[in-house]
């Protein structure tokens, strides 16, 4: 069964950092794109980043530029978004997902997710 | 403000087919094959229902259905089921500086 397993997610004060992880099993995880998709508190879907199979193409949203870094070890089967200079709009869920078709520079969609990890930003 | 634009809700009656829209620009949706659909009910994560605008993943019923014309794509979902119910979001690839797009989502109630 492919699955995707986030953790990292807590209470961090605003101007903190975080740094979440996803955990990959059930595929052959270096042939896939991955990505970071969130979700404000009663809010859309929002994607946050992209990394490439070879690491060799790297995205992130307008929103996060600058403050978020996306990263995988595909020796370890997982990827990971380091999260610095946090802000309270940066609280939501964050999902990781698969891209769901071979990819090189595009997603093509999402499948399968994770369960998600809740990132608060809050004094 | 999300880039792409659909209904906040829509309803129907068990049996009933509906259709949600989403409108979104010749750099995204006008532009690309690459349009999924997502499920998402209360709680949990989305599931995709369409994906490359009308192709249907194994194990999704054949009562869903994507199609696009110019910059809109739809989701059509026939015989109206109460599990029907959930949050819908679109979202496609985007070949510009946005790079990925969702809709704001639409909220579906079977009465």
């Known amino acids: 069964e492919e699955q995707l397993v986030e953790s990292g997610g807590k209470l961090v004060q605003p101007g903190g950092s975080l740094r979440l992880s996803c955990a990959a099993s059930?595929?052959?995880?270096?042939?896939?794109?991955m990505n970071w998709v969130r979700q404000a508190p009663g809010k859309g879907l929002e994607w946050v980043s992209y990394?490439?199979?070879?690491?060799?193409?790297?995205k992130y949203a307008d929103s996060v530029k600058g403050r978020f870094t996306i990263s995988r070890d595909n020796a370890k089967n997982s990827v990971h978004l380091q999260m610095n200079s946090l802000r309270a709009e940066d609280t939501a869920v964050y999902y990781c997902?698969?891209?769901?078709?071979?990819?090189?520079?595009?997603?093509?969609?999402?499948?399968?997710w994770g369960q998600g990890t809740l990132v608060t930003v809050s004094s | 403000q999300s880039a792409l634009t659909q209904p906040a809700s829509v309803s129907g009656s068990p049996g009933q087919s509906i259709t949600i829209s989403c409108t979104g620009t010749s750099s995204d949706i006008g532009s690309s094959d690459l349009v999924s659909w997502y499920q998402q009910n209360p709680g949990k994560a989305p599931k995709v229902m369409i994906y490359?605008?009308?192709k249907r993943p194994s194990g999704v019923s054949d009562r869903f259905s994507g199609s696009k014309s110019g910059n809109t794509a739809s989701l059509t979902i026939s015989g109206l089921q109460a599990e029907d119910e959930a949050d819908y979001y679109c979202?496609?690839?985007?070949?510009?500086?946005?790079?990925?797009?969702f809709g704001g989502g639409t909220k579906l109630t079977v009465l």
């Open positions: 059930g595929f052959t995880f270096s042939s896939y794109s």
């Open positions: 490359e605008g009308s």
């Open positions: 997902a698969r891209d769901g078709g071979y990819s090189s520079g595009w997603v093509n969609w999402f499948d399968p």
């Open positions: 990394i490439s199979s070879s690491s060799g193409t790297i």
């Open positions: 979202c496609s690839f985007a070949s510009s500086t946005t790079f990925v797009a």
